[in-house]
T-cell receptor, first 111, second 113 residues
């Protein structure tokens, strides 16, 4: 079973920030939080990951709470092309374990 | 993705026939995975491989077999296709030393009629 829980769906206005929450209350000390997204009919695509510090890259920012039991993926200026299913996953960095996907959050960016 | 290709992209087959899907990588990664995706179920792991001739079952392996005779190819076989195996199949590769985890192929849409 997935180790994370996410809202089933969210909406966001184009140009606004999209904040996608994820709960991972049973996360272990050596597990990272990974985010992937899947645009319609395509394979999932890596977005960002982090351990305990906030992370930012060209796609998004990741905010992890101090107790590491939850995190938020932030798309700072959502576009229509960001409409996708977003998956939050915990895994050990460099680990060989099977990646277990939950059902993710369907984000719809509206014009 | 440039490093991983799946074939065929689309296939329609009849119930009871054998079907083989191919995943090919150019990255020389050790780990390869087959997932299926169905509405309401998300991505579910079928089988995975951690090296040539080394494979293991995932959560929905019944009715599927796999083979990996060389690093670059991971084959998924439906011995006798059933309508419940109509799905989109994704292959993934993983570089254990990579921070980004998995890279997925573009998927194979299989319809069993």
């Amino acid at each position: 079973d997935a180790k994370t829980t996410q809202p089933t769906s969210m909406d966001c206005a184009e140009g606004r920030a999209a904040n996608l929450p994820c709960n991972h209350s049973t996360i272990s000390g050596n597990e990272y939080v990974y985010w992937y997204r899947q645009i319609h009919s395509q394979g999932p695509q890596y977005i960002i990951h982090g351990l305990k510090n906030n992370e930012t890259n060209e796609m998004a920012s990741l905010i992890i709470t101090e107790d590491r039991k939850s995190s938020t993926l932030i798309l700072p200026h959502a576009t229509l092309r960001d409409t996708a299913v977003y998956y939050c996953i915990v895994r050990v960095e460099g680990g060989s374990e099977k990646l277990v996907f939950g059902k993710g959050t369907k984000l719809t960016v509206n014009p | 993705d440039a490093g991983i290709t799946q074939s065929p992209r689309h296939k329609v087959t009849e119930t009871g026939t054998p079907v083989t899907l191919r995943c090919h990588q150019t990255e020389n990664h050790r780990y390869m995975y087959w997932y299926r995706q169905d509405p309401g179920h998300g991505l579910r792991l079928i089988h995975y491989s951690y090296g040539v001739k080394d494979t293991d079952k995932g959560e929905v392996s019944d009715g599927y077999s796999v083979s990996r005779s060389k690093t670059e190819d991971f084959l998924l076989t439906l011995e006798s296709a059933t309508s419940s195996q109509t799905s989109v199949y994704f292959c993934a590769i993983m570089d254990r030393g990579s921070y980004y985890g998995y890279t997925f192929g573009s998927g194979t849409r299989l319809t069993v009629v």
